[in-house]
Nanobody, 123 residues
């Protein structure tokens, strides 16, 4: 079982930056990812970091603006979000996939989830 706890959300103006953190019991045994879900919409993939070599993968909508990373000592995963847009407004969730079969971008492929943190971008 992996416990995931997100933090760092809040209200930010368009063009601003926010860094989210996901504290976990481990960040190197599982592929870790960020998803987001806006009201009335499906949960969508944002970014992931592979368990073994730390390689990363991003959704096209955030590529070049968001950066996923991890601190193996602190067992914490981060999502640095820059150049934020109103359409980035969502509840952001961290997730862990124990399958070790590659980077998944579908939410049902992830086994453990945090409680979510709200990010609101004002125009």
């Amino acid at each position: 079982q992996v416990q995931l706890v997100e933090s760092g959300g809040g209200l930010v103006q368009a063009g601003g930056s926010v860094r989210l953190a996901c504290a976990a019991s481990t960040v190197t045994r599982y592929t870790m990812a960020w998803f987001r879900q806006a009201p009335g919409k499906d949960r969508e993939f944002v970014a992931a970091i592979y368990w073994s070599n730390g390689s990363t993968y991003y959704a096209d909508s955030v590529k070049g603006r968001f950066t996923i990373s991890r601190d193996n000592v602190k067992n914490t995963m981060y999502l640095q979000m820059n150049s934020l847009k109103p359409e980035d407004t969502s509840v952001y969730y961290c997730a862990a996939d124990r399958s070790r079969t590659g980077i998944a971008t579908i939410s049902r492929d992830y086994d453990f989830w945090g409680q979510g943190t709200q990010v609101t971008v004002s125009s």
